[in-house]
């Protein structure tokens, strides 16, 4: 009976932890400044929207994933060493 009480509570806990998450999981805001998305060039964990499989900022998994994309001021990512305003 115990086992029992302690997986209902487990799953209970994971599915409130799972709604929180999908709370403030959501895409980066636009920025007030004129921008563009740069693809390839964001750190991980520091993306600012959707790819591989996730939909929100801040859920990349590798540095400078070709489809991971952050904010950058217009007309400088191209500029940028592995940059583009396109994915690859």
């Known amino acids: ?3 029992k009480k302690a997986l209902i ?3 209970v806990g994971g599915l409130v932890a799972l ?3 999908a709370l403030y999981a959501e895409p980066a805001p636009t920025p007030k ?3 563009e998305k740069c693809f ?3 750190k991980a964990g ?3 929207c959707a790819a591989n499989g996730h939909a929100c900022q801040g859920q990349g998994k590798a540095d400078s994933n070709a489809r ?3 904010y950058v001021p217009s007309g400088t990512c191209e500029r940028i060493v592995g940059g583009s305003v396109a994915a690859k």
Do not use: H, R, S, V
Request: aromatic share 10%; no cysteine; proline share 5%.
């Open 1 to 3: 009976m115990q086992t």
């Open 19 to 21: 709604a929180q998450l």
């Open 46 to 48: 520091k993306n600012d």
């Open 68 to 70: 991971e994309w952050i």
């Open 9 to 11: 509570g487990a799953a």
């Open 33 to 35: 400044f004129p921008a």
């Open 40 to 42: 390839g060039i964001a």
